[in-house]
Antibody, heavy 122, light 107 residues
Framework: EVQLVESGGGLVQPGGSLRLSCAAS????????MSWVRQAPGKGLEWVSG????????YYADSVKGRFTISRDNSKNTLYLQMNSLRAEDTAVYYC???????????????WGQGTLVTVSS | DIQMTQSPSTLSASVGDRVTITCRAS??????LAWYQQKPGKAPKLLSY???SLESGVPSRFSGSGSGTEFTLTISSLQPDDFATYYC?????????FGQGTKLEIK
């Protein structure tokens, strides 16, 4: 069974940093692109960042470019999101999601982890 | 960015009803469209991909159709478990974008 388990969320002050992790199991991790998708409270879904399975390609939404860094450790089957210079508008549940192929192109997301809440507030 | 617009935003229906949710793209996305179901406090769940391919394990009362800029998700006979929020997602080009969601409520 494919499983994705996020961790690392919490309360952080504006300007602070957090690192999210997503532990994957039940599939060949290096064979799939992985992404982070967030959902602000009561709002819709936003694709934040993606990383190809091969480690060649990454994607960042304009809203996080220069502040967030995605990485993956295929030996540990783990995806990361380093979030710096956090803002109130980054407050959201962050989901880790498995892509449908090794490249970032033409990916739907399945499955999703349970999500981890990031709250940016003073 | 490709804008995805769903209609309606809220839909009230009864068990047994046939319902259709529409998703429109601001430019052609061929058939690169997925549908998700989300229940309160839970992660989204994939229902269909490539516009009309049903994910394994999803009940056959769900069906997707469309291509280009207009797509639909149809539930042929609503069941109590189907009351949730539904999102479409285009994956034709970066950034992948989602519709704003359609909340399906019990009438």
């Amino acid at each position: 069974e494919v499983q994705l388990v996020e961790s690392g969320g919490g309360l952080v002050q504006p300007g602070g940093s957090l690192r999210l992790s997503c532990a994957a199991s039940g599939f060949t991790f290096s064979s799939y692109a992985m992404s982070w998708v967030r959902q602000a409270p009561g709002k819709g879904l936003e694709w934040v960042s993606g990383f190809s399975g091969s480690g060649v390609s990454t994607y960042y939404a304009d809203s996080v470019k220069g502040r967030f860094t995605i990485s993956r450790d295929n030996s540990k089957n783990t995806l990361y999101l380093q979030m710096n210079s956090l803002r109130a508008e980054d407050t959201a549940v962050y989901y880790c999601a498995k892509g449908s192929r090794i490249t970032l192109h033409y990916n739907w997301f399945d499955p999703w982890g349970q999500g981890t809440l990031v709250t940016v507030s003073s | 960015d490709i804008q995805m617009t769903q209609s309606p935003s809220t839909l009230s229906a009864s068990v047994g009803d046939r319902v259709t949710i529409t998703c429109r793209a601001s430019e052609s996305i061929s058939s690169w469209l997925a549908w998700y179901q989300q229940k309160p406090g839970k992660a989204p769940k994939l229902l269909s991909y490539k516009a009309s391919s049903l994910e394994s394990g999803v009940p056959s009362r769900f069906s997707g159709s469309g291509s280009g800029t207009e797509f639909t998700l149809t539930i042929s006979s609503l069941q109590p478990d189907d009351f949730a929020t539904y999102y479409c997602q285009q994956y034709n080009s970066y950034p992948y974008t989602f519709g704003q969601g359609t909340k399906l409520e019990i009438k």
